[in-house]
């Protein structure tokens, strides 16, 4: 039997591309997992059926962006999270907040994501440097462990379609996180090529 190549979204951004994906139907709502330590966030997430919460119920708020408690929940919860990455190959989606931080770390640390692709939403320029350093350290670290890497940039595709007909500031963003998923749906169909 085959094994299906899944996306798993981590943390809050990781969680609602997952969920686009599915409302877009670009894949199996079987193939599809959001990893998220807030509630409400997970809760808003009714196309995706594989939902895991780092937390304990409706008390779970996300870890308010500190990246050492990403960290840490990442290790308290490490035997929850690691039996989704043991088999077939996996398409990792996040973002550079705390929790996606810190489930990555652990993960490609682990060794886990050797048969999987990690794709990496770099952090928009008003996002901070603090952001931009933990999103270059976790690519270092997955390129170093030989892990199939793409970072995204949505602040080059912005820049590229400001100003051109049609578009303003309140399509933009769409028009971004548009690109990125299909860069997710082109490595999803790689994947499942290369099973």
Not at 12 to 25: D, K, P, R
Request: hydrophobic fraction near 40%.
């Amino acid at each position: 039997m085959r094994k299906r190549t899944r996306i798993i979204g981590l943390g809050s951004y990781g969680s609602s591309i997952v969920n686009a994906i599915s409302e877009q139907h670009l894949a199996s709502a079987s193939s599809l997992v959001a990893i998220d330590s807030d509630y409400r966030n997970l809760s808003r997430m009714k196309c995706v059926r594989n939902r895991v919460l780092l937390g304990e119920g409706k008390g779970a708020i996300g870890t308010l962006a500190s990246f050492d408690f990403g960290l840490a929940l990442a290790v308290h919860y490490r035997k929850k999270i690691e039996p989704l990455f043991e088999s077939g190959r996996n398409i990792i989606v996040t973002g550079s907040g705390a929790t996606g931080w810190g489930i990555s770390r652990i993960l490609i640390k682990s060794g886990l994501l050797k048969r999987s692709a990690l794709i990496l939403q770099m952090p928009f320029w008003f996002e901070g440097t603090r952001r931009m350093i933990k999103a270059a350290e976790n690519l270092r670290l997955a390129k170093s462990m030989k892990i199939r890497t793409i970072a995204l940039n949505e602040d080059k595709t912005m820049k590229n379609y400001r100003g051109k007909k049609g578009m303003n500031e309140n399509n933009l963003f769409d028009k971004a996180r548009q690109e990125f998923i299909e860069k997710i749906k082109e490595v999803y169909h790689e994947e499942k090529l290369l099973r």
